[in-house]
């Protein structure tokens, strides 16, 4: 049975930072793409950041580019969203994504983040 459990959001103030973590298991997880994506009230589920399996090659959304850093740490199975200068409008549920060469997806159950003053 394959599990994504995601972690660490929380209500936080602008400019504040976070780090999410999302550990897999049931897969081998070294051979999954993983993404973040979030979704906001009202809003559709959007694209935050990506990473190849090896961690080599990661993309953003420009939305978050120079703020966000995603990383992978293969041993644990887990992937981390580094979240800085935190906005309002990152407020949304973060839910992290495996794909495995386009024919598997999983994703976790989301984490809740407020950015909020």
């Known amino acids: 049975q394959v599990q994504l459990v995601e972690s660490g959001g929380g209500l936080v103030q602008p400019g504040d930072s976070l780090r999410l973590s999302c550990t897999a298991s049931?897969?081998?997880?070294?051979?999954?793409?993983m993404s973040w994506y979030r979704q906001a009230p009202g809003k559709e589920r959007e694209f935050v950041a990506t990473?190849?399996?090896?961690?080599?090659?990661?993309n953003y959304a420009d939305s978050v580019k120079g703020r966000f850093t995603i990383s992978r740490n293969n041993a644990k199975n887990t992937v981390y969203l580094q979240m800085n200068s935190l906005k309002p409008e990152d407020t949304a549920v973060y839910y992290c994504?495996?794909?495995?060469?386009?024919?598997?997806?999983?994703w976790g159950q989301g984490t809740q983040v407020t950015v909020s003053s």
């Open positions: 994504k495996g794909v495995l060469g386009g024919s598997r997806s999983y």
């Open positions: 990473t190849t399996a090896a961690g080599g090659v990661s």
């Open positions: 049931g897969l081998t997880f070294s051979l999954y793409v």
